[in-house]
């Protein structure tokens, strides 16, 4: 068990550094609906090649609308949710904001996949939305002072919604199909959906190398490593050891763009390690 938890911790790791490379991207004029399209296009790179690699881009038909849903609302919808709530109210704020996610999946897995609902994993699960609500409390963008304000938190709480099918339909996608067949299909599902609504800029090097790094590192890493700890772990409990990404991006958003918390912030960031290593506690018992 104690790979799937390293490879899911690894995976959050790569997915708290997203607002820092989109936020770079931003620095040099790209807009948040180009960022979510390239990073679909150029992650889809990534997994195609390695699918053909590795011989697997086979589908089951009977799977196919499952994979255009999940394109269009784990890709599409996610990807331009996300981005906005990361220009609209810090890097920090949307990573944690994507945390009400693992309080549904939770519920979800409980219906879905008949996974055992214990004490532990409800008071940590419980512990897991205090802490993003502490977080929350106190987080946004303080290098330009603007407050949070409703698309701020409309696109974080739907980056949320969207963040949680990841556990859900991805745990069914898990026993089917490897991470390079999954995204070899819903990745370009993804980008023709953004696509309308994309509006092309010149773009510098420096904006090439933030795209290409919240592709390869945070999205086609990230998720293969997320995917293999499915392997070996329960959807629900690897939706909370994952949530020790807010902690990743209050960190680095504090190192790199000057984002801070209050004292209450921090304390929800401890809560939410008490939830992780609470859950790795209940797997060894």
């Given at each position: ?15 708290g ?9 931003f ?5 948040p ?9 150029l ?26 849903i ?17 220009k ?10 994507l945390?009400?996610?693992?309080a ?5 897995s ?11 994993k409800?008071?940590a ?5 205090l ?30 919604f969207?963040?949680?099918?990841y556990?859900t ?12 067949n999954?995204?070899?299909w819903?990745?370009?599902?993804g ?15 420096l904006?090439w190398?933030?795209?290409i ?14 995917y ?8 629900g409990?690897?939706?909370i050891?994952a949530?020790i990404e807010?902690v990743?991006a ?6 790199f763009?000057?984002?801070?918390f209050?004292?209450l ?9 008490l ?7 209940e797997?060894?018992?």
């Amino acid at each position: 068990m104690l790979t799937g938890y390293l490879f899911v911790i690894s995976a959050a790791t790569c997915w708290g550094f997203i607002g820092i490379f989109s936020s770079l991207a931003f620095s040099q004029g790209v807009e948040p609906m180009e960022v979510a399209f390239w990073r679909a296009v150029l992650t889809w790179l990534c997994f195609g090649t390695h699918a053909i690699i590795i011989k697997e881009t086979r589908i089951d038909k009977k799977d196919f609308p499952l994979f255009i849903i999940f394109g269009l609302f784990g890709v599409s919808l996610f990807y331009i949710s996300y981005q906005f709530a990361v220009k609209t109210a810090g890097a920090a704020f949307a990573s944690v904001l994507l945390y009400t996610a693992p309080a549904w999946v939770v519920i979800c897995s409980f219906f879905i996949y008949k996974e055992k609902l214990t004490v532990l994993k409800i008071m940590a699960v419980t512990l897991v939305i205090l802490g993003v609500f502490l977080i929350s409390k106190t987080g946004g963008n303080t290098q330009t002072g603007t407050s949070i304000g409703f698309v701020a938190i409309v696109s974080g709480l739907l980056s949320g919604f969207c963040y949680s099918l990841y556990y859900t339909i991805g745990k069914y996608f898990s026993t089917k199909y490897s991470s390079s067949n999954l995204f070899l299909w819903i990745l370009p599902i993804g980008a023709l959906g953004i696509l309308p609504f994309v509006q092309f800029s010149d773009k510098t090097a420096l904006a090439w190398t933030a795209l290409i790094s919240v592709s390869v590192i945070s999205t086609f890493l990230a998720n293969f490593c997320y995917y293999q700890g499915l392997k070996y772990l329960e959807a629900g409990k690897a939706s909370i050891v994952a949530t020790i990404e807010p902690v990743v991006a209050a960190v680095t958003a504090y190192i790199f763009l000057g984002e801070y918390f209050t004292f209450l912030g921090y304390i929800g960031g401890g809560l939410i390690i008490l939830a992780v290593i609470s859950t790795i506690y209940e797997h060894k018992k």
